[in-house]
């Protein structure tokens, strides 16, 4: 079971909301610097360890400060990614860019940064050199295929997902970038998602781990680095168990000494690219109840929407919600909870028992730290919300104003 609690009292959040209205995300600092430590002492074990933060999940660099303080680096698949993690003052090889169909600018901005390349496809090596020039480190995303056969409900089957080399490509694009001069290499995958499972971690880490034995031996590389991914999950539902770090950490150690050890390879880095590990679950999403409407089911409205938060229309995703002053009253009523847009998908919660909700109400969705506001669009006209920051000294930050309707006009040209 898993506790679903807000950082801020009812008057505390009241005050907050006569300053900065409703709907907005609030981040806890506190928490976001916990959950990266938890991981970090995972691997404590390893000689190196290093975690790129996935800026994707919250791509804010007041996030992203937060934890390059505790020493963290970035994953970043995107121009602005890189540009937020300069901002936020990361540089060099604590970047990571994971190629992604990725195009020419992307590429030299992240070669100015020092950052190292991560491709996911093996024509990417021309294309680099071409547009941006090689790197002094490559790594490269290797996909599995169906040793997951059923595969993970995010990413899917590896062998159905648009990401990463072959087996048989991983090695030809190592032995490719050595005939251009390239002298140091890492490892890198990504295969689940949002996933609570030891056991995935520990068959991730037993596949890296041989596969980068047999690049030494085949191709004469020692790796600097295997990069498991991210892929921690969160528990959304009180009634689930959050992912046991320790009996992953004590696992993937096991295959450290079994495998890579007795090979040579003791001094190589193990990283991660986390992010809703870190933020997920210290984020919440806080809106206000503005309508009531009774049908053949009964609707609450809130001045928020999927724009705000997407995750329970794009992947019919759970979210808990409590109603502020309510937490624990009786949940007496079932109830669709909606936003304004004109897509019938736009529910946040579809047959939800909670308390009777009165308009005005206050309603607090948790666990939206990572790909909440990040998925935001703006279908319908709709603006994005504000994103504050709950400091470890109490005090609440504006990290980001929500978008007005100038912001919304002002690259229209009529």
């Known amino acids: 079971m898993t506790e679903k609690n807000f950082p801020l009292d009812e008057k505390t959040l009241r005050e907050v909301i006569k300053k900065y209205p409703t709907p907005f995300h609030l981040y806890d600092e506190k928490k976001i610097r916990e959950n990266f430590r938890r991981l970090r002492e995972t691997f404590s074990w390893a000689a190196e360890f290093r975690e790129y933060f996935a800026v994707k999940a919250t ?23 890189l540009m937020i993690s300069e901002m936020a003052g990361v540089t060099g090889e604590k970047i990571m860019l994971t190629s992604n169909d990725t195009p020419a600018d992307e590429f030299q901005k992240a070669i100015s940064l020092g950052a190292i390349i991560n491709l996911d496809d093996i024509t990417h090596i021309e294309f680099l050199e071409k547009n941006a020039g090689l790197p002094k480190i490559l790594s490269f995303r290797y996909n599995p295929a169906d040793i997951m056969n059923n595969g993970n409900d995010i990413i899917g089957r590896p062998a159905e997902a648009k990401y990463g080399l072959t087996r048989q490509q991983i090695f030809d694009a190592y032995k490719i970038s050595q005939s251009k001069g390239v002298k140091r290499f890492g490892l890198h995958t990504m295969i689940a998602s949002n996933e609570r499972e030891t056991e995935t971690f520990l068959y991730t880490a037993q596949i890296m781990f041989e596969l980068a034995v047999e690049i030494k031996n085949q191709l004469g590389i020692n790796l600097e680095f295997v990069n498991l991914g991210g892929g921690f999950g969160i528990p959304y539902r009180p009634e689930e168990n959050p992912v046991d770090y320790k009996a992953i950490g004590a696992g993937i150690f096991e295959l450290y000494k079994k495998i890579l050890v007795p090979n040579g390879l003791e001094k190589i880095r193990i990283a991660t690219e986390s992010g809703r590990a870190i933020t997920g679950d210290a984020g919440w999403l806080v809106s206000t109840v503005i309508h009531e409407k009774n ?19 794009l992947y019919g995703a759970y979210h808990h919600i409590t109603i502020l002053g309510k937490e624990n009253f009786d949940c007496e009523k079932i109830y669709d909870v909606t936003g304004s847009l004109c897509e019938n998908n736009d529910k946040f919660a579809i047959n939800r028992k909670l308390p009777k909700i009165d308009i005005g109400d206050i309603l607090i969705i948790h666990d939206t730290g990572a790909h909440g506001h990040a998925m935001g669009f703006n279908y319908n006209g709709k603006l994005r919300s504000a994103e504050l920051l709950l400091r470890e000294n109490g005090e609440i930050e504006l990290i980001r104003r929500a978008e007005t309707l100038d912001d919304y006009f002002a690259t229209l040209k009529f």
Do not use: F, H, Q
Not at 295 to 313: E, H, Q, V
């Open 59 to 81: 791509p804010n660099p007041a996030i992203v400060k937060i934890l390059a303080e505790d020493g963290a680096g970035t994953d970043c698949s995107s121009l602005a990614e």
């Open 295 to 313: 049908t053949y089911k009964n609707y609450i409205g809130l001045d928020s929407c999927m724009a705000n938060l997407m995750r329970p229309a």
